[in-house]
């Protein structure tokens, strides 16, 4: 059964920093691509960032490009975001996300519960 | 950037009614779209990938049409599961983008 857990969501003051992960199981973690979709509280879904399977290559949202950074270490099938000068507006659950197929891009199949992250002082 | 209008932002149908969402992008996504379901406090859920494949255990009475920068979900019965709002996602090139969203409410 696949699996996406993310953790390290929580309160952090403006400017400061934070780093999520997302611990996979249940597929062949580093044959998938994988990104991280945020949604602030009660507005839709935004893309943040995705990686590939090797780690490769990363994109960004313009909106986090150089305070973000997104990584994975596929002997641990974890994922990380790292956050960096956090705003208010980076305020919302992040959810980490499976792309469905290995070699085409199709959509997500499986998304982690999400974690909260409060930007606030 | 491609940007991604979804229309209405509100639904308000009622059991059995035919529902049709649209997406429309500001370029051309090819057919590389999906669309997900989402319920309060919950993760999506994909319910179409490449514009019209039907997701694995997605009833049938979804479906999903276009490509190039017109794109319809529809739902052809409407269920009490299915009251939820929608969202489109073009993946055709980086920044993917989603929709604003779509809020299908019971009438």
């Known amino acids: 059964e696949v699996q996406l857990l993310e953790s390290g969501g929580g309160l952090v003051q403006p400017g400061g920093s934070l780093r999520l992960s997302c611990a996979a199981s249940?597929?062949?973690?580093?044959?998938?691509?994988m990104s991280w979709v945020r949604q602030a509280p009660g507005k839709g879904l935004e893309w943040v960032s995705g990686?590939?399977?090797?780690?490769?290559?990363?994109y960004y949202a313009d909106s986090v490009k150089g305070r973000f950074t997104f990584s994975r270490d596929n002997s641990k099938n974890t994922l990380y975001l790292q956050m960096n000068s956090l705003r208010a507006e980076d305020t919302a659950v992040y959810y980490c996300?499976?792309?469905?197929?290995?070699?085409?891009?199709?959509?997500?199949?499986?998304w982690g519960q999400g974690t909260l992250v409060t930007v606030s002082s | 950037d491609i940007q991604m209008t979804q229309s209405p932002s509100t639904l308000s149908a009622s059991v059995g009614d035919r529902v049709t969402i649209t997406c429309r992008a500001s370029?051309?996504?090819?057919?590389?779209l999906a669309w997900y379901q989402q319920k309060p406090g919950k993760a999506p859920k994909l319910l179409i990938y490449?514009?019209?494949s039907l997701e694995s255990g997605v009833p049938s009475r979804f479906s999903g049409s276009g490509s190039g920068t017109e794109f319809t979900l529809t739902i052809s019965s409407l269920q009490p599961d299915d009251f939820a709002t929608y969202y489109c996602?073009?993946?055709?090139?980086?920044?993917?983008?989603f929709g604003q969203g779509t809020k299908v409410e019971i009438k």
């Open positions: 996300a499976k792309e469905k197929y290995q070699s085409e891009t199709s959509g997500y199949n499986y």
């Open positions: 249940g597929f062949s973690f580093s044959n998938y691509g």
């Open positions: 990686i590939s399977g090797g780690g490769g290559t990363t």
């Open positions: 370029q051309s996504a090819s057919s590389w």
């Open positions: 490449k514009a019209s």
């Open positions: 996602q073009q993946y055709n090139s980086y920044p993917w983008t």
